[in-house]
T-cell receptor, first 117, second 110 residues
């Protein structure tokens, strides 16, 4: 997990507020994935981005959720008007995708735990 | 939708026993990864397998990728309490999207 930095680690929001989760990929990694994990479940794909480009957002809910990975700075997963069902662990992962041998390996951050009260 | 099915979902065994967990799909993946996740932490990469039929060993853990690159297994020899955790398999598609199974929750009893 070394290198992929996520913050905050824990976030509490009231229903209707906004949540912003940040992810800085490993040095040299140009691609970022966001996954959501509900208690006792596996990881569910949300979105896959490279800098300034969303490659695949097929796992993102149509409303309230958005993600970006700007040219400078971390990737941001934004959840507007949070509801209790948004409570989950959100994991970011990064990959280099510039070396064929490591093309399909991703490395995870420690996660951000969102609690909506 | 490509799915990765992991089995068993839960496994509780005594220290010193051997075990195998499985990851199956009807789809072909360009590679497959195994991760272990402990409570409150992110998944940690254990291994990546790329070639059909490939076998990789990591101390007491043996990983195999099926010949058709649709399935994989993880065998643990002489399990120890430190092996306790959630084991996740993840398949990488050609478009670089990586999908996960729901995991096998392993508990090793001392």
């Amino acid at each position: 997990n070394a290198g992929v930095m996520q913050n905050p680690r824990h976030l509490v929001r009231r229903r209707g507020q906004e949540a912003r989760l940040r992810c800085s990929p490993m040095k040299g990694h140009s691609h970022v994935y966001w996954y959501r994990q509900l208690p006792e479940e596996g990881l569910k794909f949300m979105v896959y981005l490279q800098k300034e480009n969303i490659i695949d957002e097929s796992g993102m809910p149509k409303e309230r959720f958005s993600a970006e990975f700007p040219k400078e700075g971390p990737s941001i997963l934004r959840i507007q008007q949070v509801v209790r069902g948004d409570s989950a662990a959100y994991f970011c992962a990064s990959s280099p995708l510039d070396r064929p041998a490591q093309r399909n390996t991703i490395y995870f951050g420690e996660g951000s735990w969102l609690t909506v009260v | 939708t490509q799915l990765l099915e992991q089995s068993p979902q839960f496994l509780s065994i005594q220290e010193g026993e051997n075990l195998t967990v499985y990851c199956n799909s009807s789809s072909v993946f360009s590679s497959l990864q195994w991760y272990r996740q402990e409570p409150g932490e992110g998944p940690v990469l254990l291994v990546t397998v790329v070639t059909g039929g490939e076998v990789k060993k990591l101390k007491r853990l043996t990983f195999q990728f099926g010949d058709a690159r649709k399935d994989s297994s993880l065998h643990i020899t002489a399990a120890q309490p430190g092996d306790t955790g959630l084991y996740l398999c993840a398949g990488a598609r050609r478009d670089d999207k990586i999908i996960f199974g729901k995991g096998t929750r392993l508990h090793i009893l001392p």
